[in-house]
């Protein structure tokens, strides 16, 4: 799944059919632009085509329920990380008011699991 040449969509967004939920960061005509998103289906879409599951940093848990989010690639962080469900992490995610960003390729056209969780 590349992004398409003409650099207007990501292939998760467009797998999971939501083009218009998903602002591109990178300007310039690259492989490795950026995206940002909110859309439930468009993240997981990525995070799976990657083997990438929901989780949280153990101990970071907060009055508000939750800690902190991240998306998992490795399963040697079992330690680290607490497994959740896509409902809580999405939760979590939505309470918080954070967005996606992520990248589909690196420079060099490998796939890329650079993402990181921001303030909308």
């Known amino acids: 799944m590349a992004d398409s040449r003409n ?6 967004a467009q797998e999971a059919d939501a083009t218009d939920q998903v602002t591109r960061n ?5 492989t490795a632009a950026s995206y940002t998103t909110t859309d ?18 153990s101990g970071t848990e ?4 939750g800690g902190v ?7 040697a962080d079992e330690d680290r990380l607490t497994e959740e469900s896509w409902d809580e992490f999405f939760a979590v995610f939505d309470d918080r008011k954070l967005a996606f960003v992520y990248q589909e390729q690196t420079s060099d056209g490998n ?10």
């Open 7 to 12: 650099g207007e969509h990501s292939a998760a």
């Open 26 to 30: 990178t300007k310039s005509q690259t």
């Open 40 to 57: 439930h289906d468009v993240i997981r879409a990525w995070a799976e085509a990657r083997g990438g599951r929901p989780a949280s940093i």
């Open 62 to 65: 907060d009055g508000s329920g």
């Open 69 to 75: 989010l991240r998306i998992d690639f490795d399963p």
């Open 111 to 120: 796939i890329s699991r650079f993402n990181k969780l921001v303030s909308r």
